[in-house]
Nanobody
Framework: QVQLVESGGGLVQAGGSLKLSCAASGSGFSTNYMAWYRQAPGKQRELVAT???????NYADSVKGRFTISRDNDKNTVHLQTNSPKPEDTAVYYC??????????????WGQGALVTVSS
């Protein structure tokens, strides 16, 4: 079984910075597509940023230029650096990965979520 565990959430002031990390654990798997989603109170979950195994990235317009997604393939880890966050970035941030295993796949795996609160 592959699990994703997020870390780094918390309270940050607007204009500050905060880094989220997500580590994939398990055996006999590989990940290509990894992403960060977020869900604000009373809103639907939305895509924030994506990254492929080759390092190609895409961002939601709302975070472009402020957030940076990166990954460490050797450690099966993906990060989200949030610079100049705004109060409207307050949300639970979820890590997502498409996983292939020796026994099958691909299938999607979600992390448990990390709360990010941006104070004004």
């Amino acid at each position: 079984q592959v699990q994703l565990v997020e870390s780094g959430g918390g309270l940050v002031q607007a204009g500050g910075s905060l880094k989220l990390s997500c580590a994939a654990s398990g055996s006999g798997f590989s990940t290509n597509y990894m992403a960060w989603y977020r869900q604000a109170p009373g809103k639907q979950r939305e895509l924030v940023a994506t990254i492929t195994g080759g390092g190609s990235t895409n961002y939601a317009d709302s975070v472009k230029g402020r957030f940076t997604i990166s990954r460490d393939n050797d450690k099966n880890t993906v990060h989200l650096q949030t610079n100049s966050p705004k109060p409207e970035d307050t949300a639970v941030y979820y890590c997502y990965a498409v996983v292939r295993k020796l026994t099958g796949g691909p299938f999607g795996v979600w992390g448990q979520g990390a709360l990010v609160t941006v104070s004004s």
